[in-house]
């Protein structure tokens, strides 16, 4: 624990050199009941309510808040305003972040007309795809580029985040492309593995497939579990 | 361990009572992984090869397999299409699940699109909203029905997925009316904090704006750690 410094504007403190992916993965869920408690008004909250109101318990959570310096006073609870401030910090949400997504098929559409960018301080300024019937369309309020211009377009505008909800086939070039333009962040939806020796930029990726079988997984073991008392 | 004695048509075997979250997460990449082998018309990996690939130890893989009876013989490595069928059994695929989407907006639609579903035994069926300029429409070759029939429907038609897309302040609501149908799984797609104490059906939530922080997060990180070394 390194108490409360900070090192300049990315919120995260020296000491968060080896915060685990465990803890990481459970930060933007801080953010969401944060969120939704100031929301409330809540103004404090203790370290035993937010468990109960998270289902994880109460030494979790000063252990996963202490990987980032605490936050909270003993006996006083947790101050929802700074906390959330604090881990909107860390979770670089005040960086401004601004991301183009390629690929304006159904899924890319759906995502463009989502709030989850929004409320997570990062903006949404374009939409790329190769189609020539969808170029120049305006959906939801993008008028769709041209991705043969991408490399025009990210040196006349700044871009930290692609999102790519292209056919599959196509992520990896896109990726290295996105990669070589500089773009931080990809943020893949396509299912490919990317291989990520050879970019250099952090990938995020999405398989909401994973998500339908673990939930297969759980109805197949309770019926099986209900077959066999029977 | 329990050796390779199935129960029954769930492919779960007795001693898979207790398998960890983390191993059962782990599971659908085993799933796409051995898939993607099938399709290169591979017939036998190898643990350390399947471990490179994976980007997980080979103990691990052994670990994993072993809660679920092994599948692998010692010096021959595993054979790509028992696991694989292996695999899917206990994933429920071969359950044949049938699901609906309740929500015909810009996501459920581009869902209702996806071959997610095909491509892990599950059958889509129907897609339901409430607003009657979309009731009738014909989306993605479902005709959009009248969510206030769902109850009909589920009488007339085995349902034992739902999937939530509709706005989150109706996720609650909607899920409570799903379990009471008897629809025994449900994904969330709303953003919802469903209460699992109130609702009897598996319930698998995707909070997409989760991986968004967490890429924002790593995006943060990598850009202090850089400040600092300049």
């Known amino acids: 624990m390194n108490g409360n410094n900070d090192s300049g504007?990315?919120?995260?403190?020296?000491?968060?050199?080896?915060?685990?992916?465990?803890?990481i993965r459970r930060l933007p869920r801080y953010f969401r009941y944060l969120r939704e408690l100031l929301r409330q008004g809540r103004l404090r909250i203790s370290s035993g309510e937010l468990s109960k109101l998270m289902h994880?318990?109460?030494?979790?959570?000063?252990q996963d808040l202490n990987c980032f310096g605490g936050f909270?006073?003993?006996?006083?609870?947790?101050?929802?305003?700074?906390?959330?401030?604090?881990?909107?910090?860390i979770l670089g949400v005040e960086r401004g972040y601004r991301a183009i997504i390629i690929g304006a098929g159904n899924f890319g559409r759906s995502l463009s007309s989502s709030t989850l960018f929004d409320h997570r301080g990062v903006k949404l300024t374009a939409l790329f795809d190769i189609a020539p019937e969808v170029i120049g369309k305006t959906i939801n309020g993008f008028c769709v580029l041209d991705a043969r211009k991408l490399e025009e377009y990210c040196a006349q505008n700044r871009v930290d985040i692609g999102v790519l909800t292209l056919p599959r086939p196509e992520a990896s070039g896109m990726a290295a492309r996105l990669s070589k333009i500089g773009i931080r962040g990809i943020w893949n939806f396509t299912g490919a593995e990317l291989e990520l020796e050879k970019i250099n930029s952090v990938v995020e990726t999405?398989?909401?497939?994973?998500?339908?079988?673990?939930?297969?997984?759980?109805?197949?073991?309770?019926?099986?579990?209900?077959d066999k008392k029977q």
């Open 56 to 62: 994880v318990t109460a030494t979790q959570i000063r």
């Open 72 to 89: 909270g006073q003993q006996g006083y609870g947790y101050n929802v305003k700074y906390l959330y401030a604090k881990i909107s910090e």
């Open 206 to 226: 999405v398989h909401m497939g994973d998500s339908l079988m673990t939930l297969c997984y759980r109805m197949n073991k309770a019926e099986s579990d209900t």
């Open 9 to 23: 504007r990315s919120g995260i403190p020296d000491g968060a050199e080896k915060v685990s992916t465990a803890v």
